[in-house]
């Protein structure tokens, strides 16, 4: 069993970055996929960006540079850096996991997080 917690979201500017921290929780975890979703109000939730335990990292095409994820660490904990936030990217930050980095980038992740809201200001 792998419980996953979200936190670093919060309010914002235009502009401004935010990083963002996924935690693990769970035996042999540093064998999982790891990977960030995000859903705004009205929207579908969708894709960010994965690591597989290998370290690859695949992004989605909207991110344009301008999110960057981290390897898991030591401490089991992932990390988003978000930067050049503007009000398209408002919504709440979810993080999920997997055995592959195929099953997180398809959205069937096994384990998820409870999310993290961003909200970015005017």
């Known amino acids: 069993q792998v419980e996953l917690v979200e936190s670093g979201g919060g309010l914002v500017q235009a502009g401004g970055s935010l990083r963002l921290s996924c935690a693990a929780h769970g035996p042999n975890f540093s064998r999982y996929a790891m990977g960030w979703f995000r859903q705004a109000p009205g929207k579908e939730r969708e894709f960010i960006a994965g690591?597989?335990?290998?370290?690859?990292?695949q992004y989605a095409d909207f991110v344009k540079g301008r999110f960057s994820m981290s390897e898991v660490n030591a401490e089991n904990t992932v990390y988003l850096q978000l930067n050049s936030l503007n009000l398209e990217d408002t919504g709440v930050y979810y993080c999920a996991s997997d055995k592959t980095l195929g099953t997180v980038i398809g959205g069937t992740s096994k384990y998820w997080g409870q999310g993290t809201q961003v909200t970015v200001s005017s």
């Open positions: 690591v597989s335990w290998h370290g690859i990292k």
